[in-house]
């Protein structure tokens, strides 16, 4: 199994609302990634959790809150999002922190915040 | 820090031959990889070159110079499915990868 899953496809939230995104991984893979992509935009590298725990956090606002509660779950709490926000949020994993260049990713989270 | 140079659109048709090319600056080289994203897709691993020289998957082949900061990736036999964005990234050797800013492929018939 190959696959890197991520639920909802699509999300659609107001700027009050809370909501929650979730990437799941069973290949036994001990990095795991969040990306944010804007159209027409390479993905943009937001956290890192190595191990299970957050490793790297690229300065990302704190209305979003990452959570790692297994090895093989992740999740991304939004809260209070901008509509500049808006984007395709990217799950991936890679089979250990030091192989970052070879990464499976997740179809993605369409977010619209409005 | 890191960044990735590559053409913003390239175009071919059916059966040729392109090749996407990649220039960085980094200071610290862990190697090269490239990924494919068809629109509305995710981001898949093509391939990896750690060390200079030519790396060869089925049609894809993958080149890297460290010398001259530059790497490329070659398509061969092109089919309409191979259209799609194609990024160049860079692993930074502290957990991160960093893309670069991607070209759009588009195959014709």
């Known amino acids: 199994d190959t696959e890197v899953t991520q639920t909802p496809k699509h999300l659609v939230m107001g700027m009050t609302n809370k909501k929650s995104l979730k990437c799941e991984q069973h290949m036994g893979h001990r990095a795991m990634y969040w990306y944010k992509q804007k159209a027409k935009k390479p993905p943009e590298l937001m956290f890192v959790y190595s191990y299970e725990k957050l490793s790297i956090n690229e300065s990302v606002p704190s209305r979003f809150s990452p959570e790692c509660p297994n090895s093989s779950l992740l999740n991304l709490h939004l809260h209070a999002l901008q509509p500049e926000d808006s984007a395709l949020y990217l799950c991936?994993?890679?089979?250990?922190?030091?192989?970052?260049?070879?990464?499976?990713f997740g179809p993605g989270t369409r977010l619209l915040v409005l | 820090g890191q960044s990735l140079e590559q053409p913003s659109e390239v175009t071919a048709v059916e059966g040729a031959i392109v090749q996407i090319n990649c220039t960085y600056q980094t200071s610290g080289f862990y190697g090269l990889s490239w990924y494919q994203q068809h629109d509305g897709g995710a981001p898949t691993f093509l391939s990896y070159n750690g060390l200079d020289g030519l790396e060869e998957t089925g049609r894809f082949s993958s080149f890297l110079s460290r010398s001259d900061s530059y790497g490329y990736l070659l398509l061969q036999e092109l089919q309409m499915k191979d259209s799609a964005s194609y990024f160049c990234?860079?692993?930074?050797?502290?957990?991160?990868?960093?893309f670069g800013t991607g070209t759009r492929l588009l195959v014709s018939p």
């Open positions: 991936a994993s890679s089979q250990d922190p030091g192989e970052a260049e070879t990464q499976y």
């Open positions: 990234a860079l692993p930074t050797g502290f957990q991160k990868l960093v």
